[in-house]
């Protein structure tokens, strides 16, 4: 099916594909051992909980750098800017090499969030040349899909290695994989006509929430959204462990159902982008997340849970494949950094907000209240959103920034 789907479209969007595939399944080695162990880790090297907790909000609090970024980077080559970005935050990974104590360990880790941040700004502009806008969704899911089954296999083959090699030369094995994932990424060329990225953008990311009446709705609903996610997710695995006493071998089996959800979702939901509109899309994943922490409240034991987890594999897949598409279909053409910027800078806010609230509710509230005010926040999200759905013509008609299709 893939295969005979590839030969319809344009050469350099194969091309692109081939590319970001490769980078996405070395991507998938990186990430998924990393991930995995990278908090726990930095514990029992002699972490605090503050420098824990801190680490773990790292990537959110780099990201509200994004505006800067956009800026500085409007006129260069996107996918040279990935490179360089990840290029560099995976590098200093291979310093692990040298020392393995606590404070050498949260100095590496914050340079390679920081330096993260830049490809995450400029990432939508690369994605939105490289692909024409009626395939990209279909294509995107197919490299999320390869990701993901690269993460699985990572996240088996570090746990195996994990006590033998010992962070000091696991994580920097895992590194090179990263650099080859910049590396694979940095060969995409610019496969659509479009309108290039100014030097000097006419607009930045804090005025297009000013002008922009539509983006300013749509990035309040996914900071409601985004911000309900970030609270209770840490929130999730606590609650499962206190109140319904899981085993460790139950959490592996829920964990593996979430990770098969997502890789059904990607393929699913990249066509469902390319046939709908993504923001009708994602309009339907906020209510498929208003679920879970309503199943949440409700579960007494823990069978439940495999149910939760397939919603919780829907949800997880749509926050990485479904958000760029709407952003990238909303921005207008010459500034997709800078509303990228937008968006990025709310994500890193939320993700900041969201981990540093959730152990304060837990205490004032308990879980089931926390479960309750979590609901609430997602429904303040659906309520932004659904103006969008009725009346935004943007979104309806998401090929309308591109001048060269990617069919044959």
Excluded at 164 to 178: D, E, N, R, S
Excluded at 181 to 200: G, V
């Amino acid at each position: 099916m893939l295969f005979s789907f590839l030969f319809q479209i344009k050469r350099q969007v194969r091309h692109n594909f081939k590319c970001d595939l490769g980078g996405g399944i070395f991507y998938g080695l990186f990430y998924g051992g990393l991930n995995s162990f990278i908090l726990v880790q930095a514990r029992r090297l002699g972490a605090t909980a503050f420098e824990v907790g801190l680490l773990a909000a790292l990537p959110s609090i780099w990201l509200m750098l994004s505006p800067v970024w956009a800026k500085l980077f409007a006129s260069k080559n996107p996918y040279k800017m990935v490179f360089f970005g990840d290029g560099i935050s995976r590098a200093w990974i291979l310093l692990l090499l040298f020392s393995t104590s606590v404070h050498w360990y949260l100095i590496l880790f914050t340079m390679h969030y920081f330096f993260a941040s830049i490809s995450a700004t400029v990432y939508g502009n690369a994605m939105q040349q490289a692909y024409p806008a009626e395939t990209r969704g279909t294509l995107m899911g197919w490299v999320r899909v390869g990701s993901a089954l690269a993460q699985i296999i990572s996240i088996v083959v570090s746990g195996i290695l994990l006590p033998i090699w010992g962070v000091g030369y696991l994580f920097p094995f895992l590194a090179l994989f990263g650099i080859g994932s910049a590396f694979s990424f940095s060969r995409m060329k610019r496969a659509m006509q479009e309108e290039p990225q100014q030097a000097d953008p006419k607009i930045s990311a804090v005025q297009i929430f000013k002008s922009d009446q539509d983006y300013r709705r749509f990035v309040v609903a996914l900071f409601f959204f985004g911000l309900a996610w970030s609270t209770v997710v840490p929130a999730y695995p606590l609650f499962q462990v206190d109140a319904l006493k899981v085993t460790d071998g139950f959490i592996s089996t829920f964990s593996t159902i979430v990770l098969c959800s997502s890789l059904i979702f990607y393929y699913i939901g990249g066509r469902l982008i390319d046939r709908y509109s993504p923001l009708k899309v994602m309009m339907a994943i906020f209510l498929v997340n208003l679920l879970i922490p309503l199943a949440y409240y409700f579960t007494t034991t823990q069978w439940p849970l495999l149910f939760i987890a397939l919603l919780q594999g829907v949800v997880n897949a749509a926050i990485d494949l479904v958000i760029i598409n709407c952003v990238l279909c909303m921005a207008k053409k010459g500034e997709i950094n800078s509303y990228m910027a937008a968006n990025i800078y709310l994500q890193g806010l939320r993700g900041t907000i969201g981990p540093l609230l959730a152990p304060c509710l837990i205490q004032l509230l308990g879980y089931k209240g926390l479960f309750i005010i979590v609901f609430a926040i997602n429904l303040v999200g659906v309520w932004q959103l659904l103006p969008l759905i009725k009346s935004n013509n943007r979104m309806s008609h998401p090929n309308e920034n591109f001048t060269a299709a990617g069919i044959k």
